[in-house]
């Protein structure tokens, strides 16, 4: 009940950017955060990307693409 409560308060309360940067610090690893806090994440949404964002990430071609 405890992870179920931890990731319902970030999930309702926590604003996307907030999330966002947590979602970018558990991809390095997630140093300093308790080992509860780690399972709990498991159930935290991860923020859909902004429009804006997406459609920048959309005009860029992939590593790799020629782009033309």
Known sequence: EGLHDAAAHI??????????QLFQHLEKGGEGLDPFFLEAAKQIR????????????????????SGG
Not at 47 to 56: G, Y
Not at 59 to 65: C, I, L, Y
């Open 11 to 20: 999930n309702n309360f926590w604003d996307p950017r907030m999330r966002r």
């Open 46 to 65: 991860r923020p859909k990307e902004s429009a804006e964002k997406a459609k920048h990430q959309a005009d860029v071609p992939a590593q790799g693409e």
